[in-house]
């Protein structure tokens, strides 16, 4: 007889999240156990259930096609739609649903969840029949942490829905909590009695591909890092070139790199200084191996800001949780890092196996890849700002930034990468389509792969793109290439603003109003609409000098304009790669 999946009753002691966890854990568990020889599960009606995901780089909706995967494993017949493609009509009609979805900028919905996001936000959204769960992806660097999925969560149960099981509210570090939430969803749905055991239980059939990924980076060997920027800049960007000959990995235009880095040896020894430890002290890394404290200190675990876990201990004062759910060690602008905990702790000193467990890991930093594959074969080249400022009358430097800047070597480091696939975020799927690029700064990363593709492939379509920075002088990155670029006809506009090099500061978004007629007609023109860069101000500016655009130059109303936007993000003629 096939193994059936064993489910608590609701007689069970304990509470309806621990039943849901536990059933969760036993499903997942059953559902890897092969079946007897020689029998087969009885046929069985297979529930239906929609997966949707709001994504911004793509990782909600990965996770959301392997929820997909798991879930039709386990006898489910499920469906994954963009967030996009939801509205409270459609949530109406389905019966039961997992959400998984990121939250980016200052706590704002991913583009493709905004019109959803805001539908559930306003009033009588109402919808008694559905069941639901939420897998929230954020990152506690960030003060309202999650906080989409802590919306979503709320408003469905405020509008009716029953919740399946407990909100995961996942860190950056997400697999186990992932795993943990999408057991216990399904194992819901399956107790409810609307699946047999025997559908859930079945097996996987097809383990995962082999190759390169987040929990298996490929050592890239490092080809170049070289400064941007001018003598006097305020500045320091790095184009770095990785060769990923032998990887097996291909990436697109509009992707994202992954880099594993290491932690500056200086700060290692401050905190080695703070532990009274040498560094040769044995403890446990995140694998379950052993290794030396310093290399534990350097490859495996995060010294930038502490794990919730680590400020109770070290700071219980400081790490109680305000009024905003977050402890003063956490909340911006001047968050404290791990060795301004260690620093202002007195006697005694934590063992060095007990301060490890309670890091964080030392998580791969994402950057938009600035090559395409046709161009640079073998190669996969990126834009990186290194990233240096004080704090707590400390120097701090970026993570990833400094080491691929100053301590990797050209030539001789090998460095963990994987490909992060953001297919939210691609150029208009036929040439001739024109193309409006806003990337100040590193946003020019993309837009430069862009360009290369369209070079390559003898693209006919007009590109435009909006470049700013804070001098031309010193600032103006990758200047020969887009001008021999604009000679070849390929860049059909370029324009650009240099906040500095005049008395009144000038942006990107200046630049867009100040062609608003022209910009207007390209959108007419079909053309597609991409921003790149920093979230909290200039995405904002930018997206509202969009809506100013369309009502100015095209004779709308400000809720005429809305709509306008909204349909080009339907159509996917407006994406943003932010952060």
């Not at 996987?204 to 190759?211: D, K, L, R």
């Amino acid at each position: 007889m096939n193994a059936l999946v064993p489910v608590l009753p609701d007689s069970a002691p304990f509470t309806p999240e621990q039943r849901a966890w536990l059933n969760g854990f036993l499903a997942g568990l059953f559902s890897r156990a092969p079946a007897a020889a020689g029998t087969a599960a009885p046929p069985a009606a297979l529930m239906p259930l929609t997966i949707v995901y709001g994504s911004q780089t793509g990782t909600a909706e990965g996770l959301a096609r392997r929820a997909a995967k798991s879930a039709g494993q386990r006898g489910f017949a499920p469906t994954v739609l963009d967030l996009a493609q939801c509205d409270l009509a459609r949530l109406a009609a389905e019966k039961q649903v997992l959400v998984i979805t990121s939250t980016y900028g200052d706590g704002e919905p991913p583009d493709n969840a905004r019109a959803l996001h805001a539908q559930l936000a306003g009033p009588g959204a109402e919808l008694p029949g559905l069941r639901f769960s939420v897998c929230a992806l954020g990152d506690t660097n960030y003060t309202r942490f999650c906080q989409c999925g802590i919306d979503f969560d709320r408003f469905l149960e405020r509008a009716g829905a029953t919740r399946l099981a407990p909100r995961a509210d996942c860190d950056l570090d997400y697999e186990a909590k992932f795993t943990a939430w999408l057991d216990a969803a399904l194992a819901a749905l399956g107790s409810s009695g609307a699946v047999s055991a025997g559908a859930v239980a079945q097996p996987e059939t097809s383990p995962e591909p082999a190759g390169y990924s987040r929990t298996r980076p490929f050592p890239a060997r490092l080809v170049a890092s070289r400064n941007l920027s001018g003598t006097g800049s305020a500045k320091q960007v790095h184009h770095v070139v990785f060769d990923l000959a032998g990887s097996g990995l291909s990436y697109e235009a509009g992707d994202a790199l992954g880099v594993v880095p290491h932690n500056c040896p200086a700060l290692v020894d401050e905190v080695l200084l703070a532990l009274g430890c040498d560094g040769e002290e044995a403890v446990p890394a995140p694998d379950g191996s052993t290794m030396p404290l310093r290399r534990a200190l350097t490859e495996c675990y995060d010294l930038g800001r502490p794990s919730p876990e680590l400020a109770a201990r070290l700071a219980p004062g400081d790490g109680a949780a305000n009024a905003d759910g977050r402890g003063a060690v956490f909340c911006a602008p001047a968050p404290r890092h791990v060795i301004d905990l260690l620093a202002a702790r007195a006697e005694p000193r934590l063992p060095p196996a007990d301060f490890v467990r309670l890091l964080k890991r030392l998580q791969p930093r994402l950057y938009s890849i600035s090559s395409s594959p046709r161009a640079t074969p073998g190669e996969v080249h990126l834009t990186v700002g290194v990233v240096r400022y004080a704090l707590h009358g400390r120097a701090r430097l970026g993570v990833c930034s400094t080491y691929l800047a100053t301590r990797a070597v050209p030539g001789e480091s090998r460095v963990g990468v994987y490909v992060h696939h953001n297919p939210a975020f691609r150029p208009p799927p036929s040439g001739d389509i024109p193309m409006i690029m806003v990337g100040p700064g590193t946003g020019i990363a993309p837009f430069r792969a862009f360009l290369q593709e369209r070079q390559a492939a003898g693209a006919r379509g007009r590109n435009w793109l909006f470049f700013g920075d804070q001098r031309a002088a010193t600032d103006f990155l990758y200047h020969d290439e887009l001008a021999a670029l604009q000679r070849d006809g390929l860049l059909t506009r370029l324009d650009t603003a240099f906040s500095r090099d005049q008395a009144e500061k000038i942006y990107v978004q200046n630049r867009l109003l100040e062609h608003a007629t022209e910009v207007f007609a390209w959108l007419e023109a079909g053309a597609h609409f991409y921003v790149c860069g920093d979230a909290q101000r200039m995405a904002k500016d930018v997206d509202a000098a969009l809506h100013t655009i369309i009502t100015r130059a095209g004779g709308r109303t400000p809720e005429e304009a809305a709509a306008y936007v909204r349909a080009l993000g339907a159509a996917k003629r407006y994406a943003r790669d932010v952060y």
